[in-house]
């Protein structure tokens, strides 16, 4: 069975920077992107960006360019996210969600999801 | 402010049909999927495009798309069907994805 197993709680304090990791297992790593998705408190879900472990390369929303970085680590099918300058707004639940395509109808989605990273930010 | 619109709440009484709808410029290019979310749980894709119906998921789940709305229709609502859904699909460029603003389902 397909797991993504995220890491645990984090408290951070204004201004610093948080990682969260996503160990992937049962699948090709290589073969599908990693998205991270955030929901604050009481609110929707929110996308971040996505990453490709293939190439390595990454690609942040609007949002959330020049503080966030996603990298991926295909010895160990591990996909990372850090973003930093963080402020009281970044509390939230943090999902990686790994990507899904359907080639006959050129449909995508996101079919399974880590189990969420709380990242409290206080100071 | 959300690419993707949807309406806040919807009810349905138990064992009817109800459909949630998503609207945004980008569903006239690229299909969506529909996410279930229950208190304290990560979210579980339902549906995706024209006709994806992942693996597990109970086949009164179903999702269609017409011009730039699509839809989610639950046929015959349980009980437990009662959660938050959300929308999601590529934005305009097709570059990044968007979530829309969640429907709060009250069976």
């Known amino acids: 069975q397909v797991h993504l197993v995220q890491s645990g709680a984090e408290l951070k304090r204004p201004g610093a920077s948080v990682k969260v990791s996503c160990k992937t297992s049962?699948?090709?790593?290589?073969?599908?992107?990693i998205h991270w998705v955030r929901q604050a408190p009481g609110q929707g879900l929110e996308w971040m960006g996505w990453?490709?472990?293939?190439?390595?390369?990454?690609g942040p929303g609007q949002k959330f360019q020049g503080r966030l970085t996603m990298t991926t680590d295909t010895s160990i099918s591990t996909a990372y996210m850090v973003l930093s300058s963080l402020t009281s707004d970044d509390t939230a639940i943090y999902y990686c969600?790994?990507?899904?395509?359907?080639?006959?109808?050129?449909?995508?989605?996101?079919?399974?999801w880590g189990q969420g990273t709380l990242v409290s930010v206080s100071s | 402010s959300s690419e993707l619109t949807q309406d806040p709440a919807v009810s349905v009484a138990l064992g009817q049909t109800v459909t949630i709808t998503c609207q945004g410029a980008?569903?006239?290019?690229?299909?969506a999927g529909w996410y279930q979310q229950k208190p304290g749980q990560a979210p579980v894709l339902v549906w995706y495009?024209?006709?994806n119906r992942p693996s597990g998921i109970p086949d009164r789940f179903s999702g269609s798309s017409s011009g730039n709305t699509a839809s989610l229709t639950i046929t015959g609502a349980q009980a437990e069907d009662e959660a938050d859904y959300y929308c999601?699909?590529?934005?305009?460029?097709?570059?990044?994805?968007?979530f829309g603003g969640g429907t709060k389902l009250t069976v």
């Open positions: 980008s569903l006239t290019k690229y299909y």
């Open positions: 999601s699909s590529r934005d305009s460029s097709g570059y990044h994805r968007v």
């Open positions: 049962n699948y090709t790593f290589t073969d599908y992107y």
């Open positions: 969600a790994k990507d899904t395509y359907s080639w006959s109808d050129q449909a995508d989605g996101f079919d399974l």
């Open positions: 495009g024209r006709k």
């Open positions: 990453s490709n472990p293939h190439s390595g390369d990454a």
